[in-house]
């Protein structure tokens, strides 16, 4: 896309200033922490580490190097454009007295024993639920926010660029100035929000009314609201006074954490007047450089209230956080009444680093919070909703008149102009042929007129039974219809030389079938392959990555089904599904039906099933896209109850049974130490039925890792039906990592998880039983590769992994513990069931 192709395209004409250095009391020679080194007359500086050391690399330096520290002489030096040099100073120390507390640099070990800072910390701490607005019985303020993302670095030769000027004249006109440190940048994205904001404190409620909003958007390319899904993901409103702070879709530990002084350092600067209160400034930085925590200053009011007045912060440079080169957190706060101290400064700007020379993305937060009422209890309605954010149906059809006065502060020009920039550019053929590209990449989809052709990772693949595969397909957007979409496709195997294919017809009843919570029908037709026990999420069966197997993969099913499908969801979280599907299975390749009480083979299983699932995922959140959605988990459980009702006779039905099942989501977060995963699953199959239609676990005999299935089980190798799974994963997220010498650099993550399952298979369902059920399958010799559980052994696998290869990869050592003397087990450097597989995923 055009932002894309203009980050890609800056270039490093004007040549890089790099200086380092260390800045040392001038008597004392001691090295000085967090001195503020900036160019004079630029906003471009950083600041010095506990060593006294700092390093500085820009384009838009100036003639001036100056070093300032509050005690201490502010020192100038000249400064050689365009040169890497040294340059060092020694700073003269007032002698500030504070308190009977001499502030200058100790260089002696760090201890929180009898330390004044961790002192006054530990009051902060004892002091923060009197301090937090929380602690009202009730109370209310408007909201406004604003949100801006910025492609950055934009150089003078670039700007003379002739494709730039004959194409994007109007993008030329938006050029503005960072306040964080003076880049040119060009405002691409502009998102505003007025919402009204209610709090009761027993029982607990927090609910965001939003009255409008309005937002610069590409249309045809990416939903509205998956952009602002992407933005509020990654400018959670922060509260220093919890313990943990969400951002950027990781856990930061708060300064104020009640683990506080575990985490961080801290120092007593000097005492200082904010807004008129006399207050304390205490720097602080996490004792780890590489862990989620933030570095900066707080200003403590120098009273028995101990309560934070302002607060800036950032992250330090080694942190083990992706595309993030710098951030600034802003908040002050005022006293109302004059007892509580409220938020009315809210300000987040984040440089994001797309490559190592600084091209990328700024992004800004600025919230303005007013008209505070205090004690004031409303309805029980307004506190009632389930979702904590309860949108007006035409909060995105605001007027101008609405937003001028809303709006505690006017847009700039450059901001004023962004909407009409954004619409006036997606008009331009280049961009147009730039988003296509782009979103083909991404998506796997290709846009032409109202519908889009792929995915492109499905026009080929491979197995043992279809040998190999075409496949071609195509979807309708809502540039064919808002409420109607369409979606077929056409596959063709050289090998069995069968065509198969899909037909599908969705109608929404909400104003178009991109709206959450969602509310519609499908209708559609089957005809298509599978490997039993292949059930993926998110993924197409036939991706092409996928037909990379190990072991012996030729027993598949073919399969014809007739489906109408109901889903309604509720802005609660609570969802239902009913279904009603005839389905008809035969087995191809190496798979045959036959049992013991005939010689013959049978045909086909023929079933009708009326199924209900009931869903209730509170608070849950989706990313959006243009005909697709992936869910984002949370602190929240997701709870899921299936049953699936087989009936004889309903149309051509031969079988009736029913199965059962239970499935529990639940992410623990466990601050600094990352977070855990878990899912717990249990099912009961109804009646008699033939093998296909008992439990056939998830499996994944690809190389692929794949999350939600069983990594090292071979398809179909286990049948049950009665049977209980546990899955959990820990992210520590480089906790571990980031404390090894020199490895923590690479700033790798670690990943540790396990998985099991326990199964039973009655006697009903048992072929050697059961004489007229279908024998499990088994190889061309007649070795067995289906099996019931021992009732005593679960299967169990366990893996360790690296995550954060290349911030794009992971990769996972995992190793199956029971049932290794199974056939078509892995084998890995001689070991019995052990493996290697890998996955892509790009976060922050």
């Not at 509050?70 to 100073?89: A, D, E, H, P, R």
């Not at 993302?149 to 004959?166: C, M, P, R």
């Not at 899912?679 to 439990?695: A, D, H, I, Q, R």
Request: aromatic share 16%; hydrophobic share 35%.
């Amino acid at each position: 896309m055009l932002l894309l192709k203009l980050s890609i395209g800056f270039t490093n004409a004007q040549s890089l200033t790099r200086i380092k250095g260390t800045i040392v009391d001038v008597d004392t020679k001691e090295p000085l922490p967090f001195v503020n080194v900036s160019f004079k007359g630029a906003n471009v500086g950083t600041t010095t580490d506990f060593d006294g050391n700092y390093y500085l690399e820009t384009q838009w330096g100036t003639a001036t190097l100056q070093a300032s520290f509050v005690g201490y002489t502010t020192l100038s030096k000249t400064v050689q454009l365009g040169k890497s040099q040294t340059i060092n100073f020694a700073l003269k120390n007032e002698a500030i007295i504070m308190e009977e507390v001499v502030i200058k640099a100790d260089k002696k070990r760090y201890k929180n024993k009898d330390n004044p800072a961790v002192a006054l910390i530990k009051n902060v701490i004892d002091h923060k639920n009197d301090n937090r607005l929380e602690s009202l019985s009730f109370y209310e303020y408007d909201k406004y926010e604003k949100v801006e993302i910025d492609l950055n670095n934009i150089t003078d030769d670039f700007l003379e660029k002739g494709w730039l000027k004959k194409k994007f004249q109007i993008v030329l006109e938006h050029i503005d100035t960072s306040e964080i440190n003076g880049k040119p940048y060009l405002p691409i994205f502009l998102r505003e929000t007025a919402s009204k904001m209610y709090y009761r404190k027993d029982p607990k409620a927090l609910k965001e009314y939003e009255k409008g909003t309005k937002l610069t958007g590409f249309e045809g390319y990416l939903d509205d609201d998956g952009i602002s899904f992407i933005m509020d993901k990654l400018y959670q409103d922060i509260n220093i006074y919890d313990n943990d702070i969400f951002l950027l879709s990781n856990q930061f530990t708060s300064p104020i954490s009640i683990v506080g002084p575990t985490i961080y350092q801290y120092f007593i600067i000097d005492t200082v007047d904010v807004n008129g209160y006399e207050a304390i400034r205490l720097a602080f930085t996490p004792r780890n450089k590489g862990s989620f925590a933030f570095v900066g200053d707080m200003y403590i009011l120098n009273d028995s209230t101990y309560a934070v007045v302002k607060i800036e912060m950032g992250v330090a440079d080694q942190i083990n956080l992706n595309f993030v080169k710098d951030m600034k957190v802003d908040q002050e706060f005022t006293k109302f009444h004059d007892s509580v101290w409220v938020l009315t400064k809210d300000k987040i700007i984040i440089d994001y680093n797309i490559t190592k020379k600084g091209r990328g993305f700024f992004g800004k937060k600025n919230v303005q919070y007013t008209n505070y009422l205090f004690d004031v209890e409303r309805e029980k309605e307004i506190y009632s909703p389930v979702e904590k954010i309860v949108k007006a149906e035409d909060a995105k059809e605001k007027t101008d008149s609405f937003w001028v006065e809303v709006r505690t502060d006017t847009l700039t020009k450059q901001e004023q102009g962004v909407y009409t920039m954004i619409d006036s550019i997606q008009k331009i053929p280049a961009f147009k042929r730039t988003m296509d590209i782009a979103f083909l990449l991404i998506t796997g989809w290709h846009s032409i007129g109202k519908i889009e052709i792929g995915p492109i990772n499905t026009f080929y693949s491979f197995n043992d039974v279809e040998g190999f595969r075409l496949r071609g397909g195509f979807r309708t957007t809502t540039n064919f219809h808002k409420k109607i979409m369409f979606d077929t496709y056409l596959a063709y195997g050289f090998k069995d030389e069968e065509y198969k294919y899909y037909i599908g017809a969705t109608y929404s009843f909400n104003k178009n079938f991109l709206e959450n919570p969602q509310n519609r029908i499908l209708v559609s037709y089957q005809h298509e392959t599978v490997f039993p026990g292949q059930n993926l999420m998110f993924l197409n069966d036939d991706n092409f990555l996928l037909s990379f197997r190990r072991g012996q993969a030729d027993k598949m099913l073919f399969f014809d089904s007739y489906t109408v499908d109901y889903n309604k969801e509720f802005h609660s979280g609570f969802a239902y599904n009913l279904i009603y599907e005839y389905r008809k299975e035969r087995p191809i390749g190496n798979m045959v039906f036959q049992n013991d009480e005939s010689p013959k083979l049978f045909d086909a299983i023929r079933t009708d099933n009326v199924s209900l699932n009931l869903r209730f995922a509170p608070n849950e959140q989706y990313y959006q896209g243009k005909n697709f959605r992936l869910p984002i988990y949370n602190k929240y459980p997701i709870f899921q109850l299936r049953h699936r009702q087989g009936i004889e006779g309903l149309t051509n039905g031969t079988l009736t049974y029913g199965r059962t099942s239970f499935n529990l989501f639940k992410r623990f977060y466990l601050s600094i130490f990352g977070y855990i995963d878990t899912e717990s699953e249990t099912g009961k199959v109804w009646g008699k039925v033939p093998f296909p239609l008992l439990n056939l676990p998830q499996a994944n005999q690809s190389f692929f890792l794949q999350e939600a299935s069983f990594n090292l089980m071979n398809f179909m190798e286990f049948m049950s039906d009665e049977y209980v799974s546990f899955k959990a994963t820990y992210f520590p997220n480089g906790f571990f990592f980031n404390r090894i010498p020199l490895f923590n650099r690479l700033k790798l993550r670690e990943v540790v998880g396990v998985k099991a399952l326990l199964g039973r298979l009655t006697d009903i369902n048992n072929p050697d039983i059961q004489a007229d059920l279908f024998n499990f399958p088994t190889n061309a010799d007649g070795t067995p590769t289906t099996f019931a559980f021992n009732e005593a052994i679960p299967y169990i696998e366990v893996s360790a992994g690296v995550s954060n290869i290349f911030k794009i990869f992971r990769v996972d050592l995992l190793q199956r513990v029971t049932y290794l003397d199974h056939p078509n087990v892995s084998t890995l450097f001689g070991v019995k069931g052990l493996g290697i597989r890998a996955k892509g995923k790009i976060d922050f």
